[in-house]
């Protein structure tokens, strides 16, 4: 496909990346972005090795850069930083991001996992 986006915004208050790409626009939460990284650390290096992400319902975008004429580099809060995120990928994040989405809060529900960051505190009594 290898379409570029026409607009790249990053809303730094509520979180989202906006992407136009031609007349679509998409809406992209940091959240999202982050639990969908095109990462080795979370796609894994091969079929059936992602790693399911967790805790990252507060996670914020720290920069947005550019990547050649093909990509962009998002790093986020959390330390992750080495996601290329392509703009067919992004296109497609856009496209099917409610199916996507559906998806995750599944797979979190059958992990036992949550949104939320673990919180918890650990005690050792010495």
Same mark, same amino acid.
């Not at 982050?34 to 790693?51: F, L, M, T």
């Not at 507060?58 to 330390?79: C, P, Q």
């Not at 296109?91 to 673990?118: C, P």
């Given at each position: 496909?290898?379409?570029?986006? $026409?607009? /790249? ?5 509520? +979180? +989202?990346? @906006?992407?136009? *790409? !031609? #007349? ?7 959240? *999202? ?12 290096? !091969?079929? #059936? +090795?992602?790693?399911? +992400? ?6 914020? /975008?720290? $920069?947005?850069?550019?990547? !050649? ?9 959390? !330390?992750?930083?080495?996601? /290329? ?12 991001? @409610? ?19 673990? $919180?918890?505190?650990?005690?050792? /009594?010495?």
């Amino acid at each position: 496909m290898n379409k570029m986006p $026409t607009k /790249i915004q990053l809303h730094k208050q509520s +979180q +989202q990346l @906006e992407l136009h *790409f !031609g #007349g679509e626009q998409f809406l992209l939460p940091a959240e *999202f972005l982050r639990v969908h990284s095109p990462s080795a650390e979370v796609k894994g290096h !091969g079929p #059936g +090795q992602a790693v399911l +992400q967790y805790g990252k319902q507060d996670v914020a /975008i720290s $920069t947005v850069e550019r990547a !050649g004429n093909y990509a962009l580099k998002l790093v986020f809060d959390d !330390g992750h930083d080495t996601g /290329i995120y392509t703009w067919d990928y992004l296109y497609e994040l856009g496209k099917n991001q @409610e199916s996507l989405w559906n998806m995750y809060l599944d797979e979190l529900h059958r992990a036992g996992k949550s949104r939320a960051k673990d $919180t918890s505190v650990v005690k050792f /009594i010495g």
